[in-house]
């Protein structure tokens, strides 16, 4: 198995542009997560799918992000307009099932907004 | 306020010898906790999952210890060797709902031949 698939792995852009990074779950994982990773906060849930669906938005920072999944096996988070606060890793996760479970990361997508 | 604290924040050790990783939380009600590497660059990777009832649980030369009654964890890397330096992260999960994770900083460790 390939893991979960992230991309880009890395991305630079100018303040007020759009960015969407890219996730592809492991096959048969029917939970799909999205994390960021700052040296100041550590690692913070984003937002979390099941079956597609999302369950849990309240870690998006504001209404600058948006994620979607629209099939079992891509997801995106998109951030518009992008602001130089927004730099970070971002980490996407996947599992089959949550509680209990273990939660597989992808590699990350370095993000860095001028 | 649910919390993972962990310590110390950084190490050195010297290649070979032994190391101890201390984990703190508040998190309740309490699910299970964990213990990731992360090597830098890279996403993290599980070591090991505990559960209210596990006291202690071994991945090779990792082990991870529990205390539910005081809330504290360890982990303890033993004859430590160069690829062990990344950054160890406890996480604990709570119980209800889906179980969401709660991060600590983690611990960057430095293994110097």
């Known amino acids: 198995d390939a893991g979960v698939i992230q991309s880009p792995r890395h991305e630079v852009t100018e303040m007020g542009q759009e960015v969407t990074l890219r996730c592809k779950p492991i096959?048969?994982?029917?939970?799909l997560f999205w994390y960021r990773q700052t040296m100041m906060r550590g690692l913070e849930l984003l937002i979390y799918?099941?079956?597609?669906?999302?369950?849990?938005d309240s870690g998006m920072p504001e209404d600058r992000f948006s994620a979607k999944m629209p099939n079992a096996s891509f997801s995106t988070l998109k951030i518009q307009p992008s602001e130089p606060r927004d730099s970070a890793v971002y980490f996407c996760?996947?599992?089959?099932?949550?509680?209990?479970?273990?939660?597989?990361f992808g590699p990350g997508t370095r993000l860095t907004v001028l | 306020k649910n919390q993972v604290e962990q310590s110390p924040q950084s190490l050195i050790i010297l290649e070979g010898k032994n190391c101890t990783l201390q984990?703190?939380?508040?998190?309740?009600?309490?699910?299970?906790l964990r213990w990731y590497k992360q090597d830098t660059g890279r996403g993290p990777v599980s070591l090991t999952i505990?559960?209210?009832?596990?006291n202690t649980k071994s991945n090779g030369r990792y082990t991870a210890t529990l205390d539910a009654d005081t809330k504290q964890s360890s982990l303890h890397i033993t004859a430590s060797q160069l690829s062990d330096s990344a950054s160890y992260i406890c996480?604990?999960?709570?119980?209800?709902?889906?179980?969401?994770?709660?991060f600590g900083a983690g611990t960057r460790l430095a293994v110097h031949p």
């Open positions: 096959s048969g994982h029917n939970s």
């Open positions: 996480v604990v999960s709570a119980a209800g709902g889906y179980n969401k994770l709660i």
């Open positions: 984990c703190n939380y508040t998190v309740s009600p309490f699910s299970n």
């Open positions: 996760a996947s599992s089959l099932g949550t509680s209990g479970v273990e939660q597989f």
């Open positions: 799918f099941n079956n597609n669906v999302p369950i849990d």
């Open positions: 505990m559960t209210f009832s596990e």
